[in-house]
């Protein structure tokens, strides 16, 4: 196996996503034209999507990421909305989509049209969360675009199934169609629920924190693969497991937690940008396979599926964000209401990705009477085409719509109030316990000392409050901003004689990195309050 093209891949990637940051541009949306550019170049390889690479061993790590980070509260006080989105509004494109090409494409059988609505319903997990942080939305749609693209994978999967058992003449009929769908969902769910507290139990008794990143690294693979063992949902599974962990994450070492913040923050970083780069690199493969039907008609063909899925979501969405309001007093009471921009952002954030593309790869080429698929080529082009347009029309058109719109997003002021106050609240039961330790006379510490953790509890105190208070006139940084830039320029110092005895072999490297090691932790800590002040 030449191992060349995939570390060309992840490299390349990478680069593109870095020089993405530095634009106005969205790292996604760079990417993607890159690969559709270089897809053309002579001598790249040909990136083919596989299925059984892209659910198993890409989908299991970004969704278990963006679960982590995902908020269990917020998201069961938005359960209606999700719930909605994730599985009615899926089940409806599906339909939408399979009835709109079996009109529009001659002979193209409705069980194959289905086939191309479930791969094409669901909104990308990665995509979503990629352009809400680029674009800063409001807190609420941000929760419900989030929520919705991580279990609508799961919904349009199942469906998919359903279908192309239909499609390839498998004997699938109506009901056990919805026989399926229901024990993927539940078995999902309960193969989450059944993993989760031993899981959890694990992460917090191995005792080492190598060790524990190493399990955690491993959980959304254990996790998708029992489920579907079973013929269950792995992306429930995978969902529901990285949710109760994440909001159970204090629970956990700090040193793991460190850890873990840093390889999963690399691990997402890689995966996003490659599977980005690999959805434009699709563009040659999919144009060469178009076979009989000619350009010019598979664009008019894509031109109208493009349009449906947009119309498709805002005939959804309106109806399912204001009906249960109007109809339920209970709601009412229960749920705020939304004013109408947030629905119009959320129906156009239907931005589409990799999987769409990986699970369209996967439709066989033969049936089970062993005639060919019916057009599957166009299938996948469509598919394709889709993707791309949803990438390129939305997501450059999402930030601007934000503007003009002049949707607040987060308020800075008001969560950095929240957060001083409670700082204050848990700086002052801090001071308590350790009053009453240092009154045990087990606990005598030498006067300095003592002070010094006092001090240190009583700069957590006050640097939160300090950023709410005014700038300096000369350099505009507030007097914890100096305070932190000053501490980091005294580290620097320190590292460099550090080195320079090194250098002089008055230190050996060992040493040297038990020092940098203790020098890393406090400046990491310094740009962690920095990075809680922007």
């Known amino acids: 196996m030449d191992a060349l093209p995939l570390v060309a891949l992840v490299a390349a990637s990478a680069a593109v996503a870095g020089a993405a940051r530095r634009t106005p541009v969205p790292a996604p949306l760079m990417l993607v034209a ?32 963006a679960a982590v980070d995902s908020s269990y509260l917020d998201l069961r006080a938005n359960l209606r909305p999700v719930a909605l989105l994730s599985v009615g509004y899926v089940l409806f494109a599906t339909f939408a989509v399979g009835a709109l090409a079996y009109l529009l494409v001659p002979d193209l059988p409705l069980t194959a049209a289905l086939v191309l609505g479930a791969v094409i319903a669901p909104p990308d997990a990665v995509t979503a969360a990629a352009i809400a942080r680029r674009v800063g939305l409001p807190a609420r749609v941000t929760t419900i675009l989030q929520g919705e693209s991580l279990v609508n994978d799961a919904t349009a999967i199942t469906a998919f199934k359903v279908a192309l058992a239909a499609a390839v003449g498998a004997g699938m009929t109506w009901g056990a169609g919805v026989g399926d769908f229901l024990l993927a969902a539940v078995g999902g769910v309960g193969v989450g629920l059944l993993l989760m507290v031993p899981l959890h139990w694990l992460r917090t008794h191995l005792g080492e924190a190598l060790l524990q990143n190493t399990l955690s690294l491993l959980i959304p693979f254990v996790a998708y693969a029992a489920a579907e063992r079973v013929h269950a949902s ?21 040193a793991t937690r460190l850890q873990e913040a840093a390889v999963w923050k690399m691990v997402g970083f890689i995966l996003e940008s490659a599977v980005f780069a690999l959805i434009g690199l699709q563009l040659r493969s999919v144009v060469k396979g178009l076979g009989t039907y000619g350009l010019g008609q ?213 040493m040297l990195r038990v020092l940098l090691r203790r020098l890393d ?8 309050e920095s990075d809680g002040a922007s």
């Open 34 to 65: 890159a690969g559709l550019v270089v897809s053309y170049v002579p001598g790249v390889p040909a990136y083919t999507l596989d299925a059984h690479v892209i659910l198993p061993l890409l989908l299991p790590p970004l969704l278990y990421t």
């Open 234 to 254: 792995g992306v429930l599974a995978v969902v529901v497991v990285a949710l109760y962990l994440g909001h159970r994450s204090w629970q956990v070492d700090f």
């Open 298 to 510: 598979a664009f008019g063909y894509a031109l109208a599926v493009f349009a449906t899925v947009v119309v498709v979501r805002f005939v959804w969405v309106y109806p399912a964000m204001y009906l249960p309001l109007w109809l339920s007093r209970r709601i009412r009471g229960r749920e705020p209401a939304m004013p109408w921009t947030s629905p119009l952002i959320v129906s156009w954030a239907g931005m589409r990705g990799v999987v769409s593309l990986a699970v369209a790869a996967s439709v066989p080429m033969v049936t089970q009477d062993g005639s060919a698929f019916p057009d599957r080529n166009l299938l996948l082009f469509l598919a394709f085409t889709t993707v791309i347009g949803t990438l390129v029309v939305q997501g450059l058109t999402l930030p601007l719509l934000v503007r003009v719109l002049k949707l607040s997003g987060r308020d800075t002021r008001a969560e950095t109030l929240a957060e001083a106050q409670a700082q204050s609240e848990a700086s002052s039961a801090a001071e308590a316990r350790l009053d009453g330790l240092l009154s045990d006379p087990r606990n005598s510490l030498p006067e300095p000392l003592a002070d010094r953790l006092r001090h240190v509890l009583e700069r957590r105190r006050n640097s939160v409050w300090e950023r709410l208070g005014a700038a300096d006139p000369v350099t505009g940084e507030s007097a914890d901003d100096t305070y932190r830039r000053l501490a980091r320029e005294a580290i620097e110092a320190e590292r460099e004689v550090f080195v320079r005895l090194r250098d002089e072999r008055r230190l050996d490297d060992e």
């Open 521 to 528: 932790l406090e400046e990491a800590a310094a740009y962690r």
